[in-house]
């Protein structure tokens, strides 16, 4: 049997009736002829769409291939026997020339009695942003799904929804259940469980091509969506240079960001997970076993369970987020 290593995955480009360039023009990836990229899905195991290992010994495989494979060894013990041969994350950029649709996901109990699935939590952090840039996320006030109805069906379902002006740098936790859309301008990355449901509730009476609007899940979404209002829809850190800061935790995932000028070693010994690293800034090369992995802006590699320790060296710094599940 192959021995693991660091893995990079071929990237799953999606274009997009919302979709841009900045996947190109800033993440410098090679979209090739698609009109409008709006997403990359760089690390997936959603079952449309299976991640296949782009270079060394394991080169050609599919992520469901390796979790087969090498089980535990791959995602750790605790993880494999919770998901199986599913990998749970999923890790994509998104690039909105246009606002998405607004939309929202199932929990974990309502995908799995509609769709078999798993529902969908997920995080943003954002890249790089327009000026003027905002996105969706939550109410703006307390909201009962009648009043919900009626603002929709009314043509107001913009007035009820809470709107946030967006930098590089913002991150937003987004639990299944709450309501949101990102804004035009904004490149962001996102991680989050291995879930394409998704409930469009409103689409800005959009046209495809062909001069049709996209389908709507209105009913769908009524059930799965949380009405409550928040009073802080942001996750707020305070950004350090050379060393460790949390973003997010939740049961599907954690999250912190590295932003650090020089090189760093990292033990991961105690954590029986794999480890995602997202570059969303600089390059830096891993140390693992006497070998080096380059990793640059735009790229995302999967560090296995049973490699715990490396080093991340780098000479012009580097700015990652750093995933696993605890």
Not at 180 to 205: C, M, N, P, V, W
Request: net charge negative; with cysteine; charged share 30%.
């Amino acid at each position: 049997m192959s021995a693991l290593y660091p893995l990079k995955f071929k990237t799953i480009f999606k274009d997009k009736i919302w979709g841009g360039h900045k996947i190109e023009t800033y993440l410098h990836k090679n979209i090739g002829d698609l009109p409008n990229c709006g997403e990359t899905w760089e690390i997936s195991g959603v079952k449309s769409d299976v991640s296949v290992v782009d270079s060394g010994e394991l080169k050609g495989q599919s992520l469901a291939d390796l979790l087969e494979k090498f089980q535990g060894e791959l995602v750790g013990e605790k993880v494999y026997k919770h998901f199986g041969n599913i990998f749970p994350l999923l890790v994509k950029f998104i690039d909105a020339n246009d606002d998405l649709s607004v939309q929202v996901h199932p929990n974990d109990e309502l995908a799995k009695k509609r769709h078999n699935s798993f529902g969908k939590t997920e995080m943003w952090y954002v890249i790089e942003a327009d000026p003027g840039s905002s996105l969706i996320a939550g109410f703006n006030r307390e909201m009962t799904e009648k009043e919900y109805v009626e603002a929709l069906n009314s043509g107001h379902i913009m007035d009820i929804l809470n709107r946030e002006d967006v930098k590089a740098g913002d991150v937003f936790f987004l639990p299944a259940g709450r309501v949101h859309t990102i804004g035009k301008g904004l490149l962001i990355a996102e991680i989050q469980q291995t879930s394409d449901i998704t409930y469009r509730i409103y689409d800005f009476d959009r046209v495809d091509d062909k001069g049709q609007k996209r389908e709507l899940h209105t009913e769908e979404a009524l059930a799965a969506i949380d009405y409550k209002h928040y009073p802080e829809y942001k996750t707020l850190y305070t950004p350090q240079k050379n060393e460790d800061v949390h973003l997010v935790t939740c049961p599907y995932f954690t999250t912190n960001v590295l932003d650090y000028t020089h090189e760093v070693s990292k033990d991961y010994s105690n954590l029986d997970s794999f480890v995602i690293y997202v570059c969303i800034e600089g390059e830096f090369t891993i140390k693992y076993n006497d070998l080096a992995y380059p990793v640059k802006m735009g790229e995302c590699i999967l560090l296995p369970k049973t490699i715990d320790k490396v080093e991340l060296k780098t000479t012009s710094g580097f700015k990652i987020l750093e995933s696993y599940i605890e």
